[in-house]
């Protein structure tokens, strides 16, 4: 990477969001933005977007994996499991492309569940939701950008 390419811009609103890993662990993240839980902030016509935006400037290293996603990937995989998942797959050579796919496949595998442990199903529980277990079946989308 050229020096002046090294600065990441990014401009958040909602339930979207990201991720940057570094040397296979989590360097910086976008923080969800919801006005309670499970009610994600969305834009409407006429909203002021900068009320709305939550903006990030980001110093990127060569080898920094940028991981932008939908609360389906977010709300279905752990931090750290994302990060694992990215070592892992950057070691076995996958192209980006094919890891993003990858991230996607298995967040929609937790979100079907019924029984496996997420981050939605750990927040759900700590605001009262007693015995909520599973994923939650969202919209999954995922890009991955290796800066190498």
Same mark, same amino acid.
């Given at each position: 990477?050229e020096?002046? $390419? +090294? *600065?990441?811009h990014?401009a @958040?609103?909602g339930n979207? =969001?990201?991720i940057i890993? +570094?040397?296979?662990?989590i360097f910086k993240? !976008?923080?969800?933005?919801?006005?309670?839980?499970?009610?994600?902030?969305?834009?409407?016509? =006429? $909203? $002021?977007l900068?009320?709305?935006?939550?903006? /990030?400037t980001?110093d990127l290293?060569d080898?920094d *994996?940028?991981?932008?996603?939908? @609360? =389906?990937?977010?709300d279905n995989?752990y931090?750290?499991?994302?990060a !694992?998942?990215? !070592?892992?797959?950057?070691q076995?050579?996958?192209?980006?492309?094919?890891?993003a796919e990858?991230?996607?496949?298995?967040?929609?595998?937790?979100? +079907?569940s019924t029984?496996?442990?997420?981050?939605? !199903?750990?927040?759900?529980?700590?605001?009262? /939701?007693?015995? /909520?277990v =599973?994923?939650?079946?969202?919209?999954?989308?995922?890009? *991955?950008?290796?800066?190498?």
């Open positions: 990477m020096e002046q $390419d +090294r *600065v990441l990014v @958040n609103v979207t =969001g990201f890993i +570094r040397d296979g662990s993240k !976008s923080t969800p933005m919801f006005h309670e839980f499970n009610f994600p902030i969305q834009i409407v016509k =006429g $909203d $002021d900068s009320e709305l935006i939550e903006g /990030y980001i290293h080898g *994996v940028i991981v932008t996603a939908t @609360n =389906g990937l977010f995989l931090e750290q499991e994302i !694992s998942i990215i !070592s892992k797959t950057l076995a050579s996958l192209k980006p492309q094919e890891i990858f991230l996607a496949m298995r967040a929609l595998e937790v979100g +079907r029984s496996i442990r997420s981050p939605f !199903s750990d927040e759900a529980q700590a605001l009262g /939701y007693v015995g /909520y =599973g994923g939650k079946l969202d919209d999954t989308q995922s890009q *991955v950008t290796d800066t190498q």
